[in-house]
């Protein structure tokens, strides 16, 4: 099935550091849903975002509706050990359906983050 | 809230056999909800689609008489995985979508913890 872009695939970085991750689409979505999972869990939902141009925090993460609509950003300030595992995006619009014409989330292919203590 | 439990977390069956796997949503009513698969480091793939009260819509590749799915209630679908064999092994997860609207068509969707299989 489709899939959204999401760069990079992964990254080291060191505990303390800010981490940069987007996800981009040649199509626009109206929304975007920023998910984080953990090894043999299910994803978790971070941040949604409704409006072009939209900022939105939760705690040290802050995410980005690109103006464009084809695109969005995440980013962790002063990232701990626990921010490890993969996080996900998924743009959604009510002009994709599944085959049962119900508005459907497309899902990136993920950024895996490894923190260095 | 908004927790999505899935059970159980993790069932080995031999090669065969039929597997069920539960999903409910505990705080909140979904009149959808949704099946996914996931290989080892790969993205979620969506498999169907279970809408109470009505049939499950299968995504095309997914071959509906082998995965079975039942959404009997607003806080109850299954999934059930006839005659199950080792390709069959996979993370299956469930998600739920909220009832309620939020702004314009769109809704949040919420992921229960995941069900291992491996059939042996």
């Known amino acids: 099935g489709q899939q959204l872009n999401q760069s990079p695939q992964s990254m080291f970085i060191q505990e303390g550091e800010d981490v940069s991750m987007n996800c981009t689409s040649s199509?626009?979505?109206?929304?975007w849903l920023w998910y984080k999972q953990d090894p043999g869990e299910g994803p978790v939902l971070l941040i949604a975002l409704y409006k072009a141009g939209e900022l939105t925090s939760n705690g040290r993460l802050t995410a980005q509706f690109g103006i464009t609509r084809k695109d969005s950003f995440l980013n962790i300030s002063a990232s701990i050990p626990s921010d490890v595992g993969i996080y996900f995006c998924a743009g959604g619009d009510r002009y994709r359906s599944t085959t049962s014409g119900t508005y459907k989330y497309i899902f990136g292919t993920g950024t895996r983050l490894k923190v260095l203590a | 809230g908004a927790v999505v439990s899935q059970h159980p977390s993790w069932v080995i069956c031999k090669s065969g056999t039929s597997v069920k796997i539960e999903c409910r949503s505990l705080d909140f009513q979904a009149t959808t909800m949704f099946w996914y698969r996931q290989f080892p480091k790969q993205s979620l793939m969506l498999m169907a689609t279970?809408?109470?009260?009505?049939?499950?819509?299968?995504e095309q590749g997914v071959e509906k008489d082998k995965f079975l799915i039942n959404h009997a209630s607003l806080t109850l679908s299954t999934l059930t995985v006839t005659s199950a064999h080792p390709e069959d092994s996979s993370f299956y997860i469930c998600s739920a979508r909220d009832k309620k609207t939020v702004g314009d068509f769109s809704y949040e969707q919420y992921f229960g913890p995941g069900t291992r299989l491996t059939v042996t």
């Open positions: 199509s626009i979505f109206n929304t």
């Open positions: 279970s809408n109470e009260g009505s049939k499950a819509t299968y």
